[in-house]
């Protein structure tokens, strides 16, 4: 089973989630929701230590996308439709507004 977290760069909690399916799949169809806080407490409890040095020295998020589109890719978007921007100096400002550190060189 395949969890996506998809506000997971969003700086606040969305009021509504929305859920769209353009093309019924053959098989496995199904999205669960997942609270955040229940995996939380199920980490804590089954992998104690490594909550513990997460909770202690951060963790690290990276997302490496390209100039473009990439539908053979699992994140399919480039930075340019991401940030809605060609200009890099401008996706980079969009994504300081969520808190995390640039990487668009």
């Given at each position: 089973?395949?969890?996506?977290?998809?506000?997971?760069?969003?700086?606040?909690?969305?009021?509504?989630?929305?859920?769209?399916?353009?093309?019924?799949?053959?098989?496995?169809?199904?999205?669960?929701?997942?609270?955040?806080?229940?995996?939380?407490?199920?980490?804590?409890?089954?992998?104690?230590?490594?909550?513990a040095k997460v909770e202690e020295h951060g963790l690290k998020f990276i997302i490496v996308t390209g100039d473009d589109d990439q539908s053979s890719s699992i994140g399919g978007r480039g930075w340019k439709s991401t940030y809605m921007t060609d200009d890099k100096k401008v996706a980079n400002e969009r994504f300081n507004l969520i808190n995390l550190t640039p990487l668009i060189n």
């Open positions: 089973m395949t969890l996506i977290k998809v506000s997971s760069l969003l700086p606040d909690f969305p009021t509504k989630l929305f859920f769209f399916c353009e093309e019924e799949l053959e098989s496995e169809g199904e999205m669960p929701v997942v609270l955040s806080h229940i995996v939380y407490e199920q980490m804590k409890e089954k992998q104690p230590e490594f909550v």
